[in-house]
C-alpha cells in the first residue's frame, strides 16, 4: 500500500469528499445521470485561459494556454494541453482517458505528471487528479458555465512550504 505524507493524505481526503459528495448527487436522481451519459459534453471543444485573470499568487502568467477536449469513441476522451511561454516555447500535454475516474498515462511533456485520473460527477463538472511518480500532483474542478461559453478551473494542491492552496483560472470557449 502506498503511504502519503500527511498532507498529501489530507489533500486527498478533501479531494475525495467532494468528488464522493458530487457523486451522491447524481446517483440521487438516476435520470440525470442516464442523460448525462447521452448528451453531448460541454466541455467538448477548445478553451483559452484569459491570462488577465490570473491569480496574482501565480507568478508571471504564461503567454497562452489551450485545453482541447474531444469524444475518442468507445467511451474515451482526448484532453490536450498546449502551455506557451513568454518565451515562445510550448508545452505539450495529452491524455486519452475514460471519464470514469480511472488511470491513463500522461503524453508528451511529463515535467508536472506521468498519469491522471479524469472523472465527470456532473455534466458541467470535471475532477482531474494529477500524479508524478506516484505522488500527488494536485486537484484541479473544471466547470462549465451554464451558457458554455466559459470554463473555471480550480486547481488545488500544496505549496514549497507544505500548505494546502486553491487557485482559480478562467477560460473561454475558443469553438
Known amino acids: 500500500m502506498l503511504r502519503l505524507p500527511l498532507y498529501r493524505t489530507a ?78 516555447s510550448v508545452r505539450h500535454m495529452a491524455a486519452s482517458f475514460r471519464p470514469d475516474g480511472t488511470m491513463a498515462p500522461s503524453e508528451g511533456e511529463t515535467s508536472e505528471a506521468d498519469s491522471v485520473a479524469i472523472m465527470t460527477p456532473a455534466s458541467n463538472v470535471l475532477v482531474l487528479n494529477i500524479v508524478k511518480a506516484k505522488m500527488l500532483g494536485s486537484v484541479r474542478v473544471y466547470i462549465v458555465s451554464a451558457n458554455g461559453t466559459e470554463m473555471t478551473e480550480s486547481a488545488a494542491a500544496l505549496d514549497g512550504n507544505g500548505q494546502p492552496f486553491v487557485r482559480n483560472f478562467h477560460y473561454k470557449r475558443l469553438r
Open 11 to 88: 489533500t486527498v481526503l478533501a479531494a475525495t469528499s467532494a468528488i464522493a459528495g458530487l457523486a451522491s448527487q447524481a446517483t440521487a436522481r438516476p435520470e440525470a445521470v442516464q442523460s448525462v451519459a447521452t448528451a453531448p459534453s460541454p466541455f467538448m471543444g477548445r478553451w483559452e485561459l484569459d491570462v488577465t485573470r490570473m491569480p496574482s499568487t501565480y507568478g508571471p502568467p504564461p503567454k497562452q494556454v489551450v485545453y482541447s477536449f474531444q469524444a475518442n469513441g468507445e467511451g474515451k476522451w482526448r484532453m490536450v494541453v498546449d502551455i506557451t511561454g513568454q518565451d515562445g
